[in-house]
């Protein structure tokens, strides 16, 4: 529910820039923190430091999604 929440709260932002990323793309991770931009992180890239660090210490709305078979997470 609380996932459900968030992504209906981050559709009716209107104006806002939002960020759908996957794999790879998600590398930007680090200047959407910067500028505060939300963001939906498909299989982010866990084997970077910076990216791992980054996602930890966030505390704006983000919401991340992976799985224990993601050979890069």
């Known amino acids: 529910m ?3 929440t968030w992504a209906k709260s981050l559709h ?10 996957k794999s ?5 991770i680090l200047w959407a923190e910067e500028t505060r931009t939300p963001g ?3 299989t982010p890239l866990l084997t970077d430091e910076r990216l791992r660090s980054t996602i930890c210490a966030s505390s704006k709305d983000d919401l991340f999604i992976g799985g224990s ?5």
């Open 2 to 4: 609380e996932s459900f």
């Open 24 to 28: 790879f793309s998600t590398l930007p």
């Open 12 to 21: 009716g932002c209107p104006g806002k820039t939002k960020i759908v990323a």
């Open 69 to 73: 078979l993601d050979e890069l997470g």
């Open 40 to 42: 939906i992180w498909l």
